[in-house]
């Protein structure tokens, strides 16, 4: 069985940083890509950024020049470090891990439960 954990959300004030990290866990053959998404109430999950195994990177227009992704192969954990926050930024942040192979031969994605990121004005 595969979990992601998300950890690093919280409360932060505008102009601030934070560092999201994610583990993906289980019995992991291989990732193809990872990365975060954000969602707020009301409107549908976004991109925000994703790595891919290659170390390919890819922004949503809104956050380029202030996140930075990146990830750890071997421990199958992926990183967001979000500077210059601003209050537009709040959302509930999901990991994903994408045609991730399960030791069972499957390929399938993968979703952590969310971590709050809060950024007051």
């Known amino acids: 069985q595969v979990q992601l954990v998300e950890s690093g959300g919280g409360l932060v004030q505008a102009g601030g940083s934070l560092r999201l990290s994610c583990a993906a866990s289980g019995r992991i053959l291989s990732v193809n890509t990872m990365g975060w998404y954000r969602q707020v109430p009301g409107k549908e999950r976004e991109s925000v950024a994703v790595?891919?195994?290659?170390?390919?990177?890819d922004y949503a227009d809104s956050v380029k020049g202030r996140f930075t992704i990146s990830r750890d192969i071997a421990k199958n954990t992926v990183f967001l470090q979000m500077n210059s926050l601003k209050p537009e930024d709040t959302a509930v942040y999901y990991c994903?891990?994408?045609?991730?192979?399960?030791?069972?031969?499957?390929?399938?994605?993968?979703w952590g439960k969310g971590t709050q990121v809060t950024v007051s004005s």
């Open positions: 994903n891990a994408g045609g991730l192979l399960y030791v069972t031969g499957s390929v399938r994605d993968y």
């Open positions: 790595i891919t195994r290659g170390g390919s990177t």
